[in-house]
């Protein structure tokens, strides 16, 4: 794995792309967020490959998800390339009763791209759990 070769902070820009949508990479306003993100990535240790190799193969468990049985909120971003919509979608169609909402402007961490969008869905998402 490269991480473990090469180390975090050759490794991060690669990733960045993987994490965050165009929207967030391109905007010229964001340039010292974007910034310390890759240098938050860059830092981590070289052990966290275990963490990462673990995620890479771990067994999927689509087949479990009709199982859920309580109100379930999916939420991906437009631009998620690692989990992208139609994955979500999937995912979502799997659970019943689930909700997809999709985070416009915002990749693989949409908490970090576009929070307002985010908590904007969870907040009509926990209203519409409240008893009448």
Same mark, same amino acid.
């Given at each position: ?26 905007? !010229? ?54 989990? !992208? ?18 985070? !416009? ?9 576009? !929070? ?17």
């Amino acid at each position: 794995m490269a991480l473990r070769l090469l180390g975090a902070r050759l490794v991060a820009p690669k990733v960045m792309p993987i994490l965050f949508g165009k929207t967030f990479l391109a905007d !010229p306003a964001r340039s010292e967020f974007r910034q310390e993100w890759q240098d938050r990535l860059g830092s981590v240790r070289r052990s966290v490959h275990r963490a990462i190799t673990a995620v890479v193969k771990r067994e999927g468990i689509y087949g479990e998800l009709a199982k859920i049985p309580v109100p379930t909120l999916v939420l991906v971003g437009d631009e998620d390339v690692a989990t !992208p919509p139609s994955m979500a979608e999937r995912i979502c169609r799997a659970i019943p009763g689930s909700r997809l909402v999709q985070i !416009p402007q915002a990749g693989h961490s949409s908490t970090i791209e576009n !929070p307002q969008a985010v908590n904007a869905a969870l907040d009509t998402f926990l209203e519409g759990l409240r008893p009448r």
